[in-house]
C-alpha cells in the first residue's frame, strides 16, 4: 500500500506537470534551507538532504570536521561517529554525518513549505518556457480570459498569451471565453513565468491557416511562394504547383471556395486574393495586380533606384488597379519586390506625345511616327471632349505606348552600359591599393572625412572613383560645397598610394615520361658528378677508396626515371640533395640486380624484372665527413636483420 507521502508526491507532479526528479530535488532543496534556518548553519558548510521515496522520511547529513574533543556539536564530530558514516574517516579530516534534528519533521514542514512552492513555481516556469518556445512561430488554440484597451489576455492551458492591440487585427471584436487562434510570435523569460506574445496580423498566420485547411499544401503538391498581406483589409498570396496536373489556386479557393472562405472567416471577412507564381516578373507583376486587367508592363532594373515596373492599364481599371487607399498596389509591391508606377492609357499616351514633342534625342522617332502621332492626337482629343472612343482606337493607343515604353526603357539600359564601361575604364586607372587606403590616410580634413563616411565612402578608392564618374554626385552632400570639393579633388589625386605586392605564380610544369628521364639526367649526375652529389662537401681525400667504389655505379636506366613520373619536377632546392641520394640507391639495386642475373637465359635486354625489397637509409658518417648509403636486408638463413654498409 502506498504511503501518504507518495501520494502526495505523485498529485504534485500530476498537478504542476513536472518529472519525479526535478520535485525531489525542489523537495531536497527546500529540506537544506529549513535545516540551516532552524540550527543557524553557516553557507560555507556543506548540507546534504536525503528523502526516501516510498515512506518520505527525511536525513539530514552536514560536513563536519573530525576531532579528539567536541567542543562545538554543529561543526565537529569524534572520529568514533564519524566512522560509523565513512570507513575512511581520518582525524582532521572532513566527512558528512548524519545531523537530523529530533524535530526537524514538524519544524521542516512548516518551515520548507514556502521553499518547496517557490522551487515548484520555477520549475513549472522553465517547463512552460522549454514548451511554447518550441512552439514560436506555430499556431495555437486559446480561450479569451480578459479584455483591456492595450491587450487582451488569451489563456492557453497551463500558460497565458498576450495579445498587444497593434496585433489585433482593426475592427475585430472579442468577448471572454471566445474560442480564438494565434500566432505565437515571441517567447520571452520574466520573473513571474514565460512571456508569450501572440499575433493575428502576422502574414505567417495566414499561411499556418492554408497549411491546414489546404491538404495539397500540407502534403508539398503546392508550395507558397510570398504573401502580403494588411490585417483586416486585403492579403495576397502568391502559390506555384510542384506537380505537373495540380492547379494551385483551386487546391487553395476549395470547391465553390469553400476552403478560402473558412480561413476568410477566422480572419474578420478579410479579403485574400490568390495568385498563381510566375518566373517572368512582367507576367508576375500583371497577375498581382488582379482583378485589375493590365495593358502592359515595362520593367528597369536599375542598380542604383532599384528595379522599377511601369505598369500601363486601361482608364477604367486605374480605381481598381490602385485599390482602396492604395491598399492593392502597396500589396503587389510586396508580393513582387518591385516598385510599381501605375498610369492609365491616356496618361502614357500624352506623357509619350509631350517627351516625343520637346526631348530632342527622340526626333528620329518622333519623325518616323509623324502619321501616327497625329492620329494619337486626334484620339487623345476626342477623349478629352469626351466622345466615344472604338477599340481599335484604344488597341492603337496602347500600341504607340508600348513602343514608346519600350524604347525609353532600351535607352536607359544603353545609359547604364555606357556608365558601367566608363566605370570599368576608371577602376583601371584608380591604384589598386586605393581600395584598401583609408580616408583618414589621405590627408583630407576631419569634417569632410566624417561627411564622406556618412555617405558610404569608406576608403579613398570608391571616393576617386566617384569623383572621376560623377563629382556632381559628392557635391550634392550636405556639407560637401566647392572648397570641399576641391579639396577632395586635390588630396585623392595627389596622395602616393602604396605598390600593391603582387606574388609571382609558380609556374606548373607538364609531366610526362620524357621530360621526367631529361630532368633525372639533369638533376643527377652519373659515374664521377653522382659520387659528388652524395658526399656533399667533404675532401674526396679522406674517403676511402672501398667506400668511393661502392658510390660509384651506372647512370640512372629509363625505367628508373619513368617510375618517378607522377612527382611534380618543379621542387625547392633544398630538396635537390634528398632526390639525388634516392636516385643513387636506384640506381645501386639496378647495378646489384644487373650482377645477380648475369648468365642467366631468361634475362633479355629491355625487359623489366622483378626487384627483391630492401630496407634503404642515408647515414652521416662523422669520421668520413659525408653521407652513406646504408642498406638493410634480412639474411637467409638468420631472422635478424643486419645492417651492410655501402
Given at each position: 500500500?502506498?504511503?501518504?507521502?507518495?501520494?502526495?508526491?505523485?498529485?504534485?507532479?500530476?498537478?504542476?506537470?513536472?518529472?519525479?526528479?526535478?520535485?525531489?530535488?525542489?523537495?531536497?532543496?527546500?529540506?537544506?534551507?529549513?535545516?540551516?534556518?532552524?540550527?543557524?548553519?553557516?553557507?560555507?558548510?556543506?548540507?546534504?538532504?536525503?528523502?526516501?521515496?516510498?515512506?518520505?522520511?527525511?536525513?539530514?547529513?552536514?560536513?563536519?570536521?573530525?576531532?579528539?574533543?567536541?567542543?562545538?556539536?554543529?561543526?565537529?564530530?569524534?572520529?568514533?561517529?564519524?566512522?560509523?558514516?565513512?570507513?575512511?574517516?581520518?582525524?582532521?579530516?572532513?566527512?558528512?554525518?548524519?545531523?537530523?534534528?529530533?524535530?526537524?519533521?514538524?519544524?521542516?514542514?512548516?518551515?520548507?513549505?514556502?521553499?518547496?512552492?517557490?522551487?515548484?513555481?520555477?520549475?513549472?516556469?522553465?517547463?512552460?518556457?522549454?514548451?511554447?518556445?518550441?512552439?514560436?512561430?506555430?499556431?495555437?488554440?486559446?480561450?479569451?480570459?480578459?479584455?483591456?484597451?492595450?491587450?487582451?489576455?488569451?489563456?492557453?492551458?497551463?500558460?497565458?498569451?498576450?495579445?498587444?492591440?497593434?496585433?489585433?487585427?482593426?475592427?475585430?471584436?472579442?468577448?471572454?471565453?471566445?474560442?480564438?487562434?494565434?500566432?505565437?510570435?515571441?517567447?520571452?523569460?520574466?520573473?513571474?513565468?514565460?512571456?508569450?506574445?501572440?499575433?493575428?496580423?502576422?502574414?505567417?498566420?495566414?499561411?499556418?491557416?492554408?497549411?491546414?485547411?489546404?491538404?495539397?499544401?500540407?502534403?508539398?503538391?503546392?508550395?507558397?511562394?510570398?504573401?502580403?498581406?494588411?490585417?483586416?483589409?486585403?492579403?495576397?498570396?502568391?502559390?506555384?504547383?510542384?506537380?505537373?496536373?495540380?492547379?494551385?489556386?483551386?487546391?487553395?479557393?476549395?470547391?465553390?471556395?469553400?476552403?478560402?472562405?473558412?480561413?476568410?472567416?477566422?480572419?474578420?471577412?478579410?479579403?485574400?486574393?490568390?495568385?498563381?507564381?510566375?518566373?517572368?516578373?512582367?507576367?508576375?507583376i500583371a497577375k498581382a495586380l488582379s482583378p485589375a486587367r493590365v495593358s502592359g508592363v515595362f520593367l528597369d532594373d536599375d542598380p542604383a533606384r532599384g528595379k522599377t515596373a511601369v505598369v500601363v492599364?486601361?482608364?477604367?481599371?486605374?480605381?481598381?488597379?490602385?485599390?482602396?487607399?492604395?491598399?492593392?498596389?502597396?500589396?503587389?509591391?510586396?508580393?513582387?519586390?518591385?516598385?510599381?508606377?501605375?498610369?492609365?492609357?491616356?496618361?502614357?499616351?500624352?506623357?509619350?506625345?509631350?517627351?516625343?514633342?520637346?526631348?530632342?534625342?527622340?526626333?528620329?522617332?518622333?519623325?518616323?511616327?509623324?502619321?501616327?502621332?497625329?492620329?494619337?492626337?486626334?484620339?487623345?482629343?476626342?477623349?478629352?471632349?469626351?466622345?466615344?472612343?472604338?477599340?481599335?482606337?484604344?488597341?492603337?493607343?496602347?500600341?504607340?505606348?508600348?513602343?514608346?515604353?519600350?524604347?525609353?526603357?532600351?535607352?536607359?539600359?544603353?545609359?547604364?552600359?555606357?556608365?558601367?564601361?566608363?566605370?570599368?575604364?576608371?577602376?583601371?586607372?584608380?591604384?589598386?591599393?586605393?581600395?584598401?587606403?583609408?580616408?583618414?590616410?589621405?590627408?583630407?580634413?576631419?569634417?569632410?572625412?566624417?561627411?564622406?563616411?556618412?555617405?558610404?565612402?569608406?576608403?579613398?578608392?570608391?571616393?576617386?572613383?566617384?569623383?572621376?564618374?560623377?563629382?556632381?554626385?559628392?557635391?550634392?552632400?550636405?556639407?560637401?560645397?566647392?572648397?570641399?570639393?576641391?579639396?577632395?579633388?586635390?588630396?585623392?589625386?595627389?596622395?602616393?598610394?602604396?605598390?600593391?605586392?603582387?606574388?609571382?605564380?609558380?609556374?606548373?610544369?607538364?609531366?610526362?615520361?620524357?621530360?621526367?628521364?631529361?630532368?633525372?639526367?639533369?638533376?643527377?649526375?652519373?659515374?664521377?658528378?653522382?659520387?659528388?652529389?652524395?658526399?656533399?662537401?667533404?675532401?674526396?681525400?679522406?674517403?676511402?677508396?672501398?667506400?668511393?667504389?661502392?658510390?660509384?655505379?651506372?647512370?640512372?636506366?629509363?625505367?628508373?626515371?619513368?617510375?618517378?613520373?607522377?612527382?611534380?619536377?618543379?621542387?625547392?632546392?633544398?630538396?635537390?640533395?634528398?632526390?639525388?641520394?634516392?636516385?643513387?640507391?636506384?640506381?645501386?639495386?639496378?647495378?646489384?640486380?644487373?650482377?645477380?642475373?648475369?648468365?642467366?637465359?631468361?634475362?633479355?635486354?629491355?625487359?623489366?624484372?622483378?626487384?627483391?625489397?630492401?630496407?634503404?637509409?642515408?647515414?652521416?658518417?662523422?669520421?668520413?665527413?659525408?653521407?652513406?648509403?646504408?642498406?638493410?636486408?634480412?639474411?637467409?638463413?638468420?631472422?635478424?636483420?643486419?645492417?651492410?654498409?655501402?
Amino acid at each position: 500500500m502506498k504511503s501518504e507521502f507518495s501520494l502526495a508526491f505523485n498529485e504534485i507532479t500530476e498537478r504542476f506537470g513536472l518529472s519525479r526528479e526535478t520535485v525531489m530535488a525542489a523537495l531536497e532543496a527546500a529540506m537544506v534551507s529549513a535545516y540551516r534556518r532552524s540550527v543557524n548553519a553557516s553557507t560555507a558548510q556543506q548540507i546534504e538532504a536525503r528523502v526516501a521515496s516510498d515512506t518520505g522520511e527525511v536525513q539530514m547529513f552536514a560536513e563536519k570536521e573530525i576531532v579528539d574533543a567536541v567542543e562545538n556539536p554543529l561543526t565537529e564530530v569524534t572520529l568514533e561517529e564519524a566512522l560509523r558514516f565513512d570507513p575512511n574517516a581520518e582525524m582532521g579530516g572532513m566527512t558528512l554525518v548524519d545531523s537530523t534534528p529530533k524535530d526537524f519533521g514538524r519544524v521542516a514542514a512548516q518551515t520548507a513549505k514556502q521553499v518547496i512552492l517557490q522551487r515548484l513555481r520555477e520549475a513549472e516556469r522553465d517547463a512552460q518556457y522549454e514548451e511554447y518556445i518550441e512552439r514560436e512561430g506555430d499556431m495555437v488554440h486559446g480561450t479569451v480570459h480578459s479584455i483591456t484597451p492595450q491587450a487582451v489576455t488569451i489563456g492557453l492551458g497551463r500558460a497565458e498569451a498576450i495579445l498587444p492591440r497593434n496585433q489585433q487585427i482593426p475592427g475585430e471584436r472579442f468577448h471572454v471565453r471566445d474560442r480564438v487562434r494565434v500566432y505565437v510570435l515571441e517567447v520571452r523569460k520574466s520573473s513571474r513565468g514565460p512571456v508569450i506574445v501572440v499575433s493575428r496580423t502576422h502574414p505567417n498566420m495566414l499561411r499556418r491557416l492554408l497549411e491546414m485547411e489546404v491538404p495539397e499544401i500540407n502534403q508539398g503538391l503546392v508550395e507558397i511562394k510570398a504573401i502580403a498581406r494588411e490585417a483586416g483589409k486585403r492579403a495576397k498570396v502568391a502559390v506555384a504547383a510542384t506537380r505537373e496536373g495540380v492547379d494551385p489556386v483551386g487546391a487553395c479557393v476549395g470547391l465553390r471556395g469553400v476552403r478560402i472562405q473558412s480561413i476568410v472567416r477566422d480572419l474578420n471577412d478579410e479579403k485574400i486574393d490568390i495568385i498563381e507564381w510566375n518566373s517572368e516578373s512582367a507576367a508576375f507583376i500583371a497577375k498581382a495586380l488582379s482583378p485589375a486587367r493590365v495593358s502592359g508592363v515595362f520593367l528597369d532594373d536599375d542598380p542604383a533606384r532599384g528595379k522599377t515596373a511601369v505598369v500601363v492599364v486601361p482608364e477604367d481599371q486605374l480605381s481598381l488597379a490602385i485599390g482602396r487607399a492604395g491598399v492593392n498596389a502597396r500589396l503587389s509591391a510586396r508580393l513582387t519586390n518591385w516598385r510599381i508606377d501605375i498610369k492609365s492609357l491616356v496618361e502614357a499616351a500624352t506623357e509619350a506625345l509631350s517627351r516625343l514633342a520637346t526631348d530632342k534625342s527622340f526626333a528620329d522617332m518622333a519623325k518616323a511616327e509623324a502619321d501616327t502621332l497625329a492620329q494619337i492626337q486626334l484620339i487623345l482629343t476626342k477623349k478629352q471632349e469626351t466622345r466615344p472612343v472604338t477599340p481599335e482606337e484604344y488597341n492603337q493607343l496602347s500600341s504607340f505606348v508600348t513602343r514608346m515604353e519600350k524604347e525609353i526603357m532600351a535607352r536607359r539600359a544603353s545609359e547604364r552600359q555606357l556608365i558601367q564601361e566608363k566605370l570599368e575604364r576608371i577602376r583601371e586607372r584608380v591604384p589598386v591599393s586605393a581600395y584598401q587606403t583609408g580616408l583618414a590616410e589621405t590627408g583630407l580634413s576631419t569634417r569632410v572625412i566624417n561627411l564622406l563616411t556618412e555617405a558610404g565612402y569608406q576608403t579613398a578608392g570608391q571616393a576617386l572613383e566617384q569623383v572621376e564618374l560623377d563629382p556632381d554626385k559628392i557635391l550634392a552632400l550636405q556639407g560637401i560645397g566647392p572648397k570641399a570639393m576641391e579639396e577632395i579633388h586635390q588630396k585623392l589625386t595627389a596622395f602616393e598610394y602604396p605598390e600593391p605586392v603582387v606574388l609571382e605564380p609558380v609556374a606548373e610544369v607538364e609531366v610526362s615520361p620524357e621530360n621526367v628521364a631529361v630532368a633525372a639526367e639533369s638533376t643527377v649526375p652519373t659515374n664521377g658528378d653522382l659520387r659528388e652529389v652524395v658526399l656533399g662537401t667533404a675532401p674526396t681525400g679522406e674517403i676511402p677508396e672501398a667506400a668511393l667504389s661502392k658510390a660509384e655505379g651506372p647512370a640512372l636506366t629509363e625505367a628508373a626515371a619513368v617510375e618517378q613520373q607522377g612527382e611534380t619536377i618543379a621542387q625547392p632546392i633544398e630538396k635537390v640533395f634528398e632526390e639525388a641520394v634516392g636516385l643513387l640507391q636506384e640506381a645501386v639495386i639496378e647495378t646489384e640486380e644487373v650482377g645477380e642475373k648475369e648468365g642467366s637465359e631468361e634475362v633479355a635486354e629491355g625487359k623489366d624484372k622483378k626487384r627483391k625489397k630492401r630496407a634503404k637509409i642515408v647515414e652521416f658518417d662523422p669520421d668520413l665527413g659525408a653521407s652513406l648509403v646504408v642498406r638493410k636486408r634480412k639474411s637467409g638463413r638468420e631472422a635478424d636483420w643486419e645492417n651492410v654498409d655501402e
